[in-house]
């Protein structure tokens, strides 16, 4: 099993700033991937962006060159950079964790982007 601990959503005005972390921990030897998805009130959870182990990140059309995606491995923590926010990023976004066990969600964190 594998538990993941999200913080750091918040209210932001158009063009801020936010940065969310996620805590991985219990089975994390078995974790290949961590990512962020994120779900608008009436639309489908979508990918954001993506950490595969020993790879590249990969990420949505629409926050390339504004999010960045890391991962502090003697952390077990993924964490997502979100520079010149828009209102079209308000959204619950999710922590997920790929594993050999299975995929995990964490419990989701409100990110609200005013104009």
């Known amino acids: 099993q594998v538990q993941l601990r999200e913080s750091g959503g918040g209210l932001v005005q158009l063009g801020g700033s936010l940065r969310l972390s996620c805590a991985a921990s219990?089975?994390?030897?078995?974790?290949?991937?961590m990512g962020w998805y994120r779900q608008a009130p009436g639309k489908q959870r979508e990918l954001v962006a993506v950490?595969?182990?020993?790879?590249?990140?990969n990420y949505a059309d629409a926050v390339k060159g504004r999010f960045t995606i890391s991962r502090d491995n003697a952390k077990s923590t993924v964490y997502l950079q979100m520079n010149s926010l828009k209102p079209e990023d308000t959204a619950v976004y999710y922590c997920?964790?790929?594993?050999?066990?299975?995929?995990?969600w964490g419990q989701g964190t409100q990110v609200t982007v005013s104009s």
């Open positions: 997920n964790a790929a594993s050999t066990l299975g995929q995990y």
């Open positions: 219990g089975s994390i030897f078995r974790i290949t991937a």
């Open positions: 950490h595969i182990s020993g790879g590249s990140p």
